[in-house]
Structure formats: structure tokens, C-alpha cells
């Protein structure tokens, strides 16, 4: 099992020249995904959090990152889909987007992809290739592997020797890539904790008002001994960093349906 994005995989949607490459991530912003465009005031957060993530990684050699949340709603995609847009602006660095959130994907619908096997019909067996899954931004460093509706189940799935091959096919990457992937939220299965004794580490998404110190402390726990590379207060009503540069994650409400159909 083995990555060869450039010959075998489709793109997401057509960027057309440099000229115009801004617009092209028009209809992205509808769904809230700003980090392609460092010069939108709303990707600068993820632009902050990328290096933060980059700092630590590379210093201690991880490579494959998960993004979680004690509960649903709280933005863990929403962030996880703009971090890796912001990661796609790193020169010399590849970044591979997973949904593991099997039973309730989003990134698909955040980069507004459609199709009918994904990858969990990969796990299952259902397809053998991974190239099928993969889907590319022309011109962005990134490669989209989302998952579309599947009957099986998910505890099985990332449990099995097939996620396992998937896992180690990941860490034989070339140098210069990084896989982040959108894990489910902790208390909604036991997906997360399975997939988090898999990876290198994780970024935990807390909401500001609605996450409880003690999901907080419960979800550190059930994940140890897997290290937290951080946690990100998302929705933080003053903004993630002071009112001078003015905007933090997150403000508009409307990324709170995680669970909604």
C-alpha cells in the first residue's frame, strides 16, 4: 500500500491563473474555509495555529496529527479542514487531509466534494485503491482523502489490519509531508481513542461556554498516553488573540452543525 497523488488523483475542483487564484476559493468561504487565502484576515488564526503545529511536529518528528473534540458541535472540522488549508501555503511541505470521522464526515461537504466511495469503502475493502479516495486543490499542497456514507461499522473499521497498513503507509512518506487527520469527537465512540494509539498526536477543539473542564480532563485521560500537541479554544468570545488584531476562531455560529444531516 502506497501514495502516488500526482498521476492518480482527481481533483477536487478546477484554480484557474495566478491572476484569479483568489476567486477561486469563493465558493470555499461559503462553507467557512479561509486558509488557502493569507490575505483574508479570517485564515490569519490558522496561519498562527499552522506554525504552532509545525514548530512542535517537526521538532519532536511527528508526522501523522489528529484533530478531535471531547463532544460534537464544537468546530473540529471546521478547524482541522482550515488548518490544512493553511498547511497547503508551506513551501516544501505536502499535507494530507484523512476524515476519519467515519460516521459523521464533513470535509467533504467543507471543500464541497462529492462522490460515492470514500475512505471507509477503502478500509471495508469495498475499493482497493487509495488513489480512487484521493482528491487535489491544482496548484495547493494538499491531498484530500474524505469519506462518504457507509453502512460499516466504524470500530471495526479503524480497528482492522487494513487502517493498520494505512497507518504505515503514512509513515513512509517521503520528507516534507504531514498527515493531519479529522478524528471523531471522544465521547461520541470509541473511534478516537482507537485511531490516537495510531498517530503521533493530537489537536484538541474546545468551545468557549460549552466544553466543561471536565470533558477536558476525561478526554486527556481516555486518550493517554498519546501526547496533546495543544488544545484550541474555538468560538472564544473575546477572539483567539487580543481585539487589536481582531478575529478569533470561529465567531460565526454557523460551524457548530457537526452532527446535524
Not at 105 to 122: C, E, P, Y
Request: proline share 6%.
Amino acid at each position: 500500500m502506497s501514495f502516488d497523488p500526482p498521476q492518480r488523483v482527481a481533483p477536487a475542483f478546477a484554480v484557474p491563473g495566478d491572476a484569479n487564484r483568489v476567486t477561486a476559493f469563493d465558493k470555499l468561504r461559503a462553507n467557512g474555509i479561509y486558509g488557502f487565502d493569507s490575505k483574508d484576515i479570517r485564515s490569519r488564526p490558522f496561519t498562527l495555529l499552522r506554525a504552532q503545529v509545525l514548530r512542535i511536529a517537526r521538532a519532536r518528528g511527528w508526522r501523522i496529527i489528529g484533530v478531535t473534540s471531547p463532544t460534537p458541535k464544537v468546530g473540529k472540522s471546521f478547524v482541522a479542514s482550515n488548518l490544512a488549508a493553511a498547511l497547503a501555503r508551506t513551501p516544501d511541505l505536502h499535507t494530507y487531509l484523512f476524515d476519519f470521522d467515519l460516521r459523521r464526515s464533513t470535509i467533504a461537504r467543507n471543500f464541497q466534494l462529492k462522490g460515492d466511495f470514500g475512505l471507509s469503502h477503502f478500509l471495508d475493502g469495498t475499493i482497493s485503491d487509495l488513489g480512487a479516495v484521493a482528491r487535489t486543490i491544482p496548484g495547493e499542497q494538499l491531498t484530500i482523502f474524505p469519506s462518504f456514507v457507509n453502512a460499516a461499522a466504524s470500530d471495526e473499521l479503524v480497528a482492522s489490519n487494513r487502517m493498520d497498513s494505512l497507518i504505515t503507509a503514512m509513515r513512509q512518506l517521503p520528507e516534507g509531508t504531514l498527515c493531519l487527520c479529522d478524528l471523531p469527537p471522544v465521547f461520541a465512540n470509541d473511534d478516537a481513542v482507537v485511531i490516537s494509539q495510531k498517530i503521533d498526536a493530537y489537536l484538541m477543539i474546545v468551545e468557549d461556554g460549552v466544553t466543561t473542564r471536565k470533558q477536558v480532563r476525561d478526554s486527556f485521560r481516555l486518550l493517554s498516553p498519546a501526547p496533546c500537541i495543544g488544545t484550541v479554544l474555538n468560538r472564544y468570545s473575546a477572539g483567539l488573540i487580543s481585539d487589536d488584531y481582531g478575529y478569533g476562531y470561529g465567531q460565526n455560529k454557523q460551524y457548530g452543525g457537526y452532527y446535524d444531516n
